[in-house]
T-cell receptor, first 119, second 114 residues
Framework: AQTVTQSQPEMSVQEAETVTLSCTYD???????LFWYKQPPSRQMILVIR??????QNATENRFSVNFQKAAKSFSLKISDSQLGDAAMYFC????????????????FGEGTQLTVNP | DGGITQSPKYLFRKEGQNVTLSCEQN?????MYWYRQDPGQGLRLIYY???????QKGDIAEGYSVSREKKESFPLTVTSAQKNPTAFYLC?????????????FGPGTRLTVT
């Protein structure tokens, strides 16, 4: 079974600064997908960024980028020019690329990192 | 607007009572999911359904039941057999069979059982 670990329960950053959130995972599969979701105080889950394991290039979405190290099974999220609206719980998630019904499209989540942005 | 609706936002029940949480989507998604969120534990998968009239147990299915009679609806029943039902419950959906597509989440239901 796959596991996802976020070792930083809480992180803080000054507005306009850069912060990196860590995520490691364990899997025996070679093909999979990784995601970062954001959950603000409203508790609505919002997709931040995703990465296909077969792609060597790190995904980027505006101020959000990842550092995907497949051999190390590491998937960190970098937030540049942090804004007050970035304050939220961030979850790393794993999804198998298998098309089998029993594993299919289910997500495995990490425990989350609570990010505080200080003005 | 397309999206996922969960109702109600807050739900209170007495211990020993079954309660059903609603999840409706108008995104024409094939797959639907139920997660439970507890403080410090992230989201854990309860049940999921890839197609109508079919569903699979997730990691913590004990004490829960689901049905998938319609594509747009995936209600979750929290039974009296669930030992710690108080939690935040999130419903999600995704397109099948394209695995790269992300899951879209509803706003969640906070269930409190006393």
């Amino acid at each position: 079974a796959q596991t996802v670990t976020q070792s930083q329960p809480e992180m803080s950053v000054q507005e306009a600064e850069t912060v990196t959130l860590s995520c490691t995972y364990d899997t025996s599969e070679s093909d999979y997908y990784l995601f970062w979701y954001k959950q603000p105080p409203s508790r609505q889950m919002i997709l931040v960024i995703r990465q296909e394991a077969y792609k060597q290039q790190n995904a980027t979405e505006n101020r959000f980028s990842v550092n995907f190290q497949k051999a190390a099974k590491s998937f960190s999220l970098k937030i540049s020019d942090s804004q007050l609206g970035d304050a939220a719980m961030y979850f790393c998630a794993y999804r198998s690329a298998s098309r089998e019904v029993t594993s299919g499209s289910r997500l495995t989540f990490g425990e989350g990192t609570q990010l505080t942005v200080n003005p | 607007d397309g999206g996922i609706t969960q109702s109600p936002k807050y739900l209170f029940r007495k211990e020993g009572q079954n309660v059903t949480l609603s999840c409706e989507q108008n995104l024409n998604h094939d797959a639907m999911y139920w997660y439970r969120q507890d403080p410090g534990q992230g989201l854990r998968l309860i049940y999921y359904s890839q197609i109508v009239n079919d569903f699979q147990k997730g990691d913590i299915a004990e004490g829960y039941s689901v049905s998938r009679e319609k594509k747009e609806s995936f209600p979750l029943t929290v039974t009296s057999a669930q030992k710690n039902p108080t939690a935040f419950y999130l419903c999600a959906s995704s397109i099948n069979p394209t695995p790269i597509r992300e899951q879209y989440f509803g706003p969640g239901t906070r269930l409190t059982v006393t």
